[in-house]
């Protein structure tokens, strides 16, 4: 384990995060605010980085510290990313500052606070701010933006980037990163337009943008997206959450014109398929049992195509309580939850083509107890995969499982009803935000302990980083001296 180059990264992540405090600072001194919790916050993060980054090392990275790296710095950029939170004394304790920049940086969207419409401007940008860092990665962005930490930095992509199967757009990995966040950009600039036109005040339609396009869901209204009451704006914001809930790779082959790779794809197909069906379901759940959520076809068709976007891309905005629609579309919304967005998206969840991998793992061991000769390679997108990667798939679908289980457990102890326990944690481990009853679109998560809190915030952390990383920094061979 090569200590000194993990943390000489650390040192210029800190740095970094540094850097992007001075944004919200200077939101903060616009609106004549006070500027002081950002100010703290980004001495103490130069004074720990510059040491760190003075360090002298080779500039190799190998998977293990890869690994390690990734999910040091996710929890070192939420501890000192909540510090603004704490100093400005808009939270009741630490523990909610931690809860909250963490569902920011790791675009869960779930907020312990009852009321953000009263919030300074500069805590609400980098409440916001901090989401959209996190939704393409803060290493990706350190690889696109800060100088080349190493020769091998592909491990480091491959241990922070969603999905099964990671690769590069092109040879050179920070061109990737650069090409990427590009694309992440452009999109960001392209809904702030849109919103603005639609007639969204100016800094509600950037940090709107920011939540939309990191599929975070952070709000800047008490009631989400419902609260200005415009049919446009939110058929705006649900086609950027579909289209942020896709692998960002296809973008880059669409500009590169290679249309036959994209119609290939299998997780795509499937992505529309689960988000089209939800729909005609939840639709014709709604109609049979209760009628129209608002008298009109139209009006109900516009909010279930938004809660099921705001769902399946984990973006977690409401323009609805769907706490209130029929049990059966309570569990269609349960399951996108699980399911999630497309690899290489920023959406969370288990990714779609997690779950396509699985069902043809389970149906080519179900035609080999039937033809025990049989050969059969599962295939994604018409290239074979191989078995390594089957192999973490099912790893990575028992550690889901397990640690889903034991956090309901954990949560069980603070005795609420089944469908809060159970859908809090779904909804943090699939970086979603909102879950049912209680931690409903028109509820949050105040009224939790401090330890299931810091449950949560693990799994917000889990559920972004992908399981393994988090489990790679607490297994004790891990540091090791080699």
């Known amino acids: 384990m090569n200590y000194k180059l993990i943390l000489r990264t650390l040192g210029l992540t800190l740095l ?38 003075l360090l002298k090392t080779n500039s190799q990275f190998f998977d293990q510290e890869g690994f390690v790296v ?8 939420c501890l000192f990313g909540a510090l603004p939170f704490y100093f400005s004394g808009c939270f009741n304790s630490f ?8 569902s920011g940086f790791t675009t869960t969207g779930a907020s312990i606070l009852t009321e953000v419409e009263s919030l300074p401007h500069g805590i609400l940008f980098w409440r916001s701010f901090s989401s959209w860092l996190g939704g393409m990665g803060v290493l990706i962005f350190t690889l696109a933006f800060l100088p080349k930490t190493g020769e091998r930095t592909h491990a480091l992509v491959r241990a922070e980037s969603p999905g099964p199967v990671t690769s590069k757009l092109v040879p050179q990995t920070a061109k990737s990163s650069k090409i990427l966040y590009t694309i992440y950009i452009i999109l960001t600039l392209a809904e702030i337009l849109c919103l603005c036109l639609a007639g969204m005040p100016v800094f509600d339609s ?45 973008y880059f082959l669409l500009i590169t014109r290679r249309f036959v790779s994209i119609l290939k794809s299998d997780e795509l197909r499937a992505f529309w398929l689960i988000v089209l069906g939800a729909i005609a379901l939840i639709m014709a759940n709604i109609i049979s ?43 269609i919304l349960l399951l996108l939850m699980v399911v999630g967005g497309c690899a290489g998206s920023t959406a969370g969840g288990i990714k779609v083509s997690r779950a396509l991998l699985l069902s043809r793992c389970i149906q080519r061991d179900l035609r080999k107890i039937s033809h025990p000769r049989a050969v059969k390679v599962v295939k994604l997108d018409g290239n074979a995969v191989d ?16 640690i889903v289980s034991l956090s309901i457990l954990i949560l069980s102890l603070d005795d609420f009803s089944f469908q809060t326990t159970v859908s809090a944690v779904f909804a ?28 949560l915030s693990l799994c917000m952390l889990i559920g972004r980083l992908e399981i393994f990383p988090v489990i790679i920094l607490f297994t004790p061979s891990t540091w090791k001296r080699f």
């Open 206 to 250: 950037i940090l709107h943008s920011f939540a939309t396009i990191c599929t975070g869901g952070f709000s800047t209204r008490n009631l989400s997206i419902g609260a200005y009451g415009s049919p446009a704006i939110e058929i705006i914001v649900t086609i950027f959450m579909l289209l942020s809930a896709l692998n960002f790779a296809m």
């Open 70 to 77: 990734v999910a040091l710095i996710w929890v070192l950029f």
């Open 95 to 102: 523990i909610d500052c931690i809860f909250e920049v963490t």
């Open 16 to 53: 970094l995060e540094a850097a992007c405090l001075f944004i919200p600072m200077l939101v903060s001194f616009f609106y004549r605010e006070n500027p002081v919790p950002f100010a703290i916050t980004i001495l103490l993060l130069l004074a720990i980085g510059f040491p760190m980054v």
């Open 289 to 331: 049992t209760s009628g129209m959520v608002n008298g009109s076809f139209g009006d109900t068709l516009r909010q279930v195509c938004f809660q099921v976007a705001s769902i399946i891309t984990t973006t977690g905005f409401a323009t609805a309580d769907f706490n209130l629609w029929p049990q059966f579309s309570h569990i």
């Open 387 to 402: 078995e390594g990667t089957l192999a973490r798939v099912f790893s990575f679908f028992t550690c889901y499982a397990f």
């Open 428 to 455: 943090c481990i699939g970086n979603i935000g909102p879950g049912l009853d209680m931690v409903g679109p028109m509820g949050n998560f105040s009224a939790f302990s401090g330890l299931s809190k810091l449950l």
